[in-house]
T-cell receptor
Framework: GAGVSQSPRYKVTKRGQDVALRCDPI?????LYWYRQALGQGPEFLTY????????KSGLPNDRFSAERPEGSISTLTIQRTEQRDSAMYRC?????????????FGEGSRLTVL | SQQGEEDPQALSIQEGENATMNCSYK?????LQWYRQNSGRGLVHLIL?????REKHSGRLRVTLDTSKKSSSLLITASRAADTASYFC????????????FGAGTQVVVTP
């Protein structure tokens, strides 16, 4: 597609369930980023990939969070045993260049609500 | 944790006026970027300024960077109602390659 595509756009789940959020970056983009954004706040860095290699996962809050990009294109952010504090907008971005040396292209986000 | 802090948190102006917002950051940077976000939608890149640049223009946007003060400003001239949005600065630190960190944003409302 023309832009970064995220799915699902909205996810409501019960506490304790696992969720998987998907990101399809712009074709050919090398880098892919995951951010989390709380209402009224700026995006908070979670992790990023260059091609299929996860370069930095220092922003993942705990070991319930993981991300992969096995073929260097689509990425999945997985949250295991969800908790209410995980509720947020999860945003994916991609870039044609490595390492945020240029602009990031953001998707519309996946809004997660944990009941 | 967030690297940048925007000031003011909120700004209300009338169409035709200029809007200025500031960003302060803590560590040495490779570049600083400004993004716009309309009503909770995806962020859109506005402008990027590198650490060795002091000023940059793009249409009605003017960005300045003062690395000695670790601060940047974004000026929107002749504002329009369509400029109503949240504006975020984001920094790429020299010691955190790839980790673009965002501030909390400035919410701008432009009234006709």
């Amino acid at each position: 597609g023309a832009g970064v595509s995220q799915s699902p756009r909205y996810k409501v789940t019960k506490r304790g369930q696992d969720v998987a959020l998907r990101c399809d970056p712009i074709s050919g983009h090398v880098s892919l980023y995951w951010y989390r954004q709380a209402l009224g706040q700026g995006p908070e860095f979670l992790t990023y990939f260059n091609y299929e290699a996860q370069q930095d996962k220092s922003g993942l809050p705990n070991d319930r969070f993981s991300a992969e990009r096995p073929e260097g294109s689509i990425s999945t952010l997985t949250i295991q045993r969800t908790e209410q504090r995980d509720s947020a907008m999860y945003r994916c971005a991609s870039s044609p260049r490595q390492g945020s040396t240029g602009e990031l292209f953001f998707g519309e986000g996946s809004r997660l609500t944990v009941l | 944790s967030q690297q940048g802090e925007e000031d003011p948190q909120a700004l209300s102006i009338q169409e035709g006026e200029n809007a200025t917002m500031n960003c302060s950051y803590k560590t040495s940077i490779n570049n600083l970027q400004w993004y716009r976000q309309n009503s909770g939608r995806g962020l859109v890149h506005l402008i990027l300024i590198r650490s060795n640049e002091r000023e940059k223009h793009s249409g009605r946007l003017r960005v300045t960077l003062d690395t000695s003060k670790k601060s940047s400003s974004l000026l929107i001239t002749a504002s329009r109602a369509a400029d109503t949005a949240s504006y975020f600065c984001a920094t790429l630190g020299t010691d955190s390659w790839g980790k673009l960190q965002f501030g909390a944003g400035t919410q701008v409302v432009v009234t006709p």
